[in-house]
């Protein structure tokens, strides 16, 4: 604009020094070189800017589905049998947000997702059946729905499943994160299941409970790999009970590291929150885009002017920085994981209402 009006300001000199400024952005162009203040507007951004929509997948529909996949592809031959929750607004980009991947395994019983190792992290959280376990670093966890399980970048696992009912859990990888940063790797292993080295349960046994082996040291991520829903449920309950109740949140309780106190994994951390009955949430939002599970109960969350509606192991997503507020007409259980531990080690995270 300052340009043109330092021209004579006729029609005819305007359009001689657009037509410049294009012919000189077709030869920058061609010397891979392009004008910056033609995108500023949209590179700089004022706010957060995202693809993602907020949405749920309802649990009816997401069973029968990976329950009819069992008969089309074996956990052995698909190596993973997991359906990709893909956000609606990023259809074959394999993600729920723009950093996170979701979806839903299923081990039938009797079968072996065979042992491999990548840079991704991985988090479970059980939806259905009893008694598979995964495998991580040559431990058993054994699971039961609410259950949360991690595997950290780098750690060998493979899952199977000894019981008789097909185990459903929900997956949240950050390989969308790791494949911006083009670093990812990847092995299989010759031997399908690994060699147990230590007792099942070991890791949660030993760091678990506010007592920690000599000679622990700390790590990036955390030691215990499963976080069973029978130990975190009566905390939060007791945090409800006790009034102790965040007017956003509810009463949350965030899954830690128990020897550095920080979040479980360097790239995702995750929250179990107790909605009492008739909980009316106030606003807020945060840069991190959040998937829920809705554990227990039954109710809404209204977010960026679309009301979705959640009950039993339904699972929701809240893109980065869209306003949400929940409302909970009976006592409920809501899940979250999102990618803040990454954003904080940036320092690029933020929280508002
Ligand atoms: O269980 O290791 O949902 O490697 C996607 C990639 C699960 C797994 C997924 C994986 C896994």
Redesign the pocket.
Known sequence: MAVAATQTGTPSSKHNIEAMRDAFYARIAQKDMAPLWKVMKSVVTKEPVTRCQPHVWHYADVKSLVMESGGLITAEEAE?R?LILENPALHGESRITNTL?A?V?MIMPGEV?PA?R?V?S?IRFVLDGEGAYTAVEGEKAFMAPGDFVI?ANWAP?D?GNPSDKPMLWL?V?D?PAVNFYEASFAEHFEDATQATRRKDGDSLAFYGSGVLPDGTHAMNRSPVINYTYARTRPIVERLMQSGDIDRRHGARVRYANPVTGGPVLPTMSACLAMLPKGFRGEPYRSTDGTIFVCVEGRGTTAVDGKVLEWGPNDVFVVPPWKRYSHNAPEQSVLFSISDRPAQEALGIWREGN
């Open positions: 993973r997991v991947f979806g395994q997702a491999h990548h991704s991985a595997t696992h899952h997956d990888l390989f």
